[in-house]
């Protein structure tokens, strides 16, 4: 059941629109606490209908009876027990309004049998007022006037992007700030294709597995104005040696997320996209403003060094580099693909090498870290999308979690594409073991994985393997060009190490470089 939670998860961060999942009572409610979980922690608006005993027997142990609202209470926007069928209509309305308004999020709606079964007189439900519950969309502009002085007197200034410009697809606001003013831009995982990758003022991923550019950049920035971040633990790396040279701005919807993590000198509570487009105007009233954009020529000429002497890199020679398996899926798909992603060192060289230029283009569990994601939701981002190519880049591990999603692909048509960078290991917790534990490889090495080709086959989807560089690109072209489920198997470089690395506990500027 929990696959059928990311599954509406992929289709609601494919289409921007809420997903929906219905599971049944006891086990299947009870396995929706990951997704429900993985789209909290990413902040997805999800809808869940759950199964339930009828009323009669809610607390007598019947079968299958659990307490749904209560297990799911932590990981959920809001949730419901419906007692009557007259307060479904209203109920629905109510759930569909909580998971997309404001920071957008997951909630469940539990039903008893003789709900679910029941009858009555459709009404249609009033508008959604909750007296308790008004977001705050508008930002007060006294605030935005504040971020424009200090954007006039910034020399080293950077934008910080997260999740909250895909979810209101704030995107062409950001990009035109950015522009406007010259300031280079950086970003979490979930930030990802908020602003063009190939833009020359795009910095790259922030954080534990950032670039160099954009982790030495925040570093020692001036001016950093961040936008739909919550500053994760693995953006920020030590707390306390975080862009202590900067004056920080944080726009967001959710008030309790500013200063959470991280104190910011100016907060502005509002919707990133009408933030980012009031501030836009507020800069073109500006009468002196129209040469910032070339007030800073040293700093993007120091950035630009770090980019030539630091980049990201690896060596290509007689095995195939998980890398390299990427940039040639980034060259064929011209980065017009959706990619979902596992969890683990597939996500981070995804997120390395794949450019993403769209919001909704990059499918993957932040927060939470959810292995066997990536599979249901590419199921339920190709199902949400059919015209368009969806690829899941998987770990030969994590992969496995969820390979079951492949019989609903084939039974339901969905052509979506597996990429399994396969090097025999739990690589990320062996990445780990090797350089923080001498290489001390405790339950990471696996003995023995299935044939992904023969297993593809059983399905009655396409397998195919490459285990060799030059054989990369066929495989990839043969994989893309089929009209139906495939699993392409490429086995690469077993000890291959994401990097940059910042070891836990570091400021992000200690980087692991090799």
């Not at 696959?3 to 599971?23: E, F, L, N």
């Not at 308004?101 to 679910?116: C, E, F, T, Y």
């Not at 502005?268 to 507020?282: A, F, H, P, T």
Request: with cysteine.
């Amino acid at each position: 059941m929990n696959r059928a939670g990311h599954a509406g998860d992929g289709y609601a961060r494919a289409t921007g629109k809420p997903g929906v999942c219905i599971v049944t009572s006891g086990p299947g409610a009870t396995n929706m606490v990951t997704p429900l979980a993985t789209a909290q922690m990413d902040s997805i608006p999800l809808v869940c209908l759950s199964g339930q005993v009828a009323t009669k027997v809610i607390g007598n142990d019947a079968f299958q009876e659990a307490d749904v609202t209560g297990i799911t209470r932590p990981c959920t926007k809001w949730n419901y027990l419906v007692k009557d069928v007259k307060d479904l209509a209203k109920t629905i309305k109510e759930a569909f309004h909580i998971a997309r308004s404001g920071r957008p999020g997951p909630v469940l709606i539990d039903l008893p049998k003789d709900v679910s079964i029941g009858k009555t007189v459709f009404k249609e439900p009033d508008d959604v007022v909750l007296r308790s519950y008004n977001p705050t969309y508008v930002p007060n502009r006294k605030q935005l006037q504040k971020v424009v002085d200090l954007i006039k007197k910034a020399e080293k200034p950077v934008i910080f992007i997260g999740g909250g410009v895909i979810l209101s697809r704030a995107h062409k606001e950001l990009t035109e700030l950015a522009r406007k003013t010259n300031i280079p831009v950086t970003g979490t995982l979930m930030g990802l294709g908020g602003y063009p990758a190939p833009d020359p003022l795009w910095l790259g991923m922030l954080g534990m597995h950032g670039t160099y550019r954009a982790n030495m950049s925040v570093s020692e920035c001036d001016l950093m104005i961040a936008v739909g971040v919550r500053f994760d633990d693995r953006v920020t790396g030590k707390t306390d040696e975080f862009a202590t040279n900067a004056k920080i701005v944080q726009i967001d919807i959710d008030p309790t997320s500013i200063q959470k993590n991280i104190q910011v000198d100016l907060p502005v509570v509002g919707d990133c996209k009408i933030s980012l487009e009031i501030l836009n105007q507020m800069i073109d009233q500006e009468e002196d403003m129209d040469d910032f954009a070339s007030r800073h020529p040293d700093w993007l000429k120091r950035i630009d060094e770090w980019k030539r002497t630091t980049p990201l890199a690896y060596d290509q020679k007689d095995v195939i580099k998980p890398q390299f398996v990427i940039e040639k899926l980034y060259e064929l798909t011209k980065g017009d693909a959706i990619i979902t992603t596992e969890v683990g060192q597939n996500q981070m060289w995804t997120a390395q090498y794949y450019h993403f230029s769209e919001p909704g283009r990059f499918i993957s569990s932040g927060g939470l870290g959810t292995m066997g994601f990536g599979l249901p939701a590419a199921v339920g981002a190709q199902a949400a999308m059919p015209g368009k190519t969806v690829v899941d880049i998987a770990g030969d591990g994590s992969i496995q979690m969820n390979i079951q999603e492949m019989a609903t692909a084939i039974q339901y048509h969905l052509p979506v594409k597996i990429v399994i960078l396969n090097n025999g290991f739990l690589g990320m917790v062996r990445q780990w073991q090797q350089l923080f534990y001498d290489k001390c490889y405790s339950s990471t090495k696996f003995q023995h994985t299935p044939d992904f080709v023969k297993l593809a086959e059983a399905y009655g989807a396409v397998g195919l393997r490459a285990t060799k560089p030059e054989e990369v690109e066929k495989v990839l072209k043969e994989g893309l060009a089929c009209d139906r489920a495939v699993i392409m198997d490429f086995r690469v470089e077993p000890e291959e190490c994401v990097y940059p690395m910042v070891p836990a506990g570091a400021p992000i500027s200690k980087m692991l470089l090799v």
